[in-house]
């Protein structure tokens, strides 16, 4: 293959993978409005929001804080379930640790890295120059558009009374579903996502706004549960078997 044809199908993934991050960070800057628009009912200040946004950068840990205190929760209940939510972001830096590099940028990449960017890269792997300029590309645009988002959402929810009426309080839970659901393909994934939703509804009517969130950690308990289960079956089988 000639350096011609190279430039070309370089030229051509670039633009690929511009476009697709264009898509998907367009999607995220909407929900960046409706973080926007509902945190002043919250109790945030512009200020903070904007400040949340920016340091923060983490949709759904941001949604999560915002509909624990718009509840009546404490802030405590709410940091938490937020830092709780975000632990998914450890396996992520993990994985990502090859294409964001080394050095000062690290840092700066470490900023970046969400369920979006991790998806984007890993489908490009194979190319490691390739996929470290996507998530350079998506980081970048993914962060001005969740700003943007959030501002224009401050700016909406200034002029709209109440904007649960135009449906944006429906983002939080369309949100977390939205991560949750491609998680679900797995039998233990599926366990421990009912056993958390059981727990949480169970202590909804007598924990404080919150606190049922964080109760339903315990769902991890149910992790592999079944299959261990099965192995001791199989193991007791077996012996049974040969002792016949």
Same mark, same amino acid.
């Given at each position: 293959?000639?350096?011609?044809?190279? #430039?070309?199908? @370089?030229?051509?993934? /670039?633009?690929?993978?511009?476009?697709?991050?264009?898509?998907?960070?367009?999607?995220?800057?909407?929900?960046?409005?409706?973080?926007?628009?509902?945190?002043?009912?919250?109790?945030? &200040?512009?200020?903070? &929001?904007?400040?949340?946004?920016?340091?923060? /950068?983490?949709?759904?840990?941001?949604?999560?804080? #915002?509909?624990?205190?718009?509840?009546?929760?404490?802030?405590? +209940?709410?940091?938490?379930?937020?830092?709780?939510?975000?632990?998914?972001?450890?396996?992520?830096?993990?994985?990502l640790a090859g294409t964001i590099g080394r050095g000062p940028s690290r840092f700066l990449g470490a900023h970046v890295v969400t369920d979006e960017s991790t998806a984007f890269v890993l489908a490009r792997s194979g190319d490691?120059?390739? +996929?470290?300029?996507?998530?350079? #590309?998506?980081? &970048?645009?993914?962060?001005?558009?969740?700003?943007?988002?959030?501002?224009?959402?401050?700016?909406?929810?200034? *002029?709209? $009374?109440?904007?649960?009426?135009?449906?944006?309080?429906? @983002? /939080?839970?369309? @949100?977390?579903?939205?991560?949750?659901?491609?998680?679900?393909?797995?039998?233990?994934?599926?366990?421990?996502?009912?056993?958390?939703?059981?727990?949480?509804?169970?202590?909804?009517? /007598?924990? $404080?706004?919150?606190?049922?969130?964080?109760?339903?950690?315990?769902?991890?308990?149910?992790?592999?549960?079944?299959?261990?289960?099965?192995?001791?079956?199989? *193991?007791?089988?077996?012996?049974?078997?040969?002792?016949?």
């Amino acid at each position: 293959m000639g350096s011609a044809d190279r #430039t070309r199908r @370089a030229a051509f993934r /670039f633009d690929a993978d511009l476009r697709d991050a264009l898509a998907l960070s367009a999607a995220v800057g909407v929900v960046g409005v409706s973080f926007g628009a509902l945190a002043p009912a919250a109790g945030l &200040t512009p200020l903070t &929001t904007m400040a949340m946004s920016v340091l923060v /950068f983490a949709g759904g840990a941001q949604l999560l804080v #915002t509909g624990v205190l718009a509840a009546g929760g404490g802030l405590v +209940a709410a940091v938490v379930a937020g830092l709780v939510l975000n632990l998914r972001h450890l396996p992520f830096g993990l994985a990502l640790a090859g294409t964001i590099g080394r050095g000062p940028s690290r840092f700066l990449g470490a900023h970046v890295v969400t369920d979006e960017s991790t998806a984007f890269v890993l489908a490009r792997s194979g190319d490691p120059a390739r +996929a470290r300029r996507a998530f350079w #590309t998506l980081g &970048t645009i993914k962060f001005a558009c969740w700003q943007a988002g959030t501002a224009l959402g401050l700016l909406l929810g200034a *002029s709209i $009374p109440d904007p649960s009426v135009f449906g944006l309080d429906a @983002a /939080f839970p369309a @949100a977390l579903l939205a991560m949750l659901v491609p998680m679900l393909r797995r039998v233990d994934a599926r366990r421990v996502g009912g056993a958390a939703a059981v727990v949480a509804l169970v202590a909804s009517p /007598f924990a $404080p706004a919150g606190v049922p969130v964080l109760a339903g950690l315990l769902g991890v308990g149910a992790a592999g549960r079944g299959r261990r289960v099965r192995r001791v079956l199989r *193991s007791r089988s077996r012996v049974s078997g040969g002792g016949s």
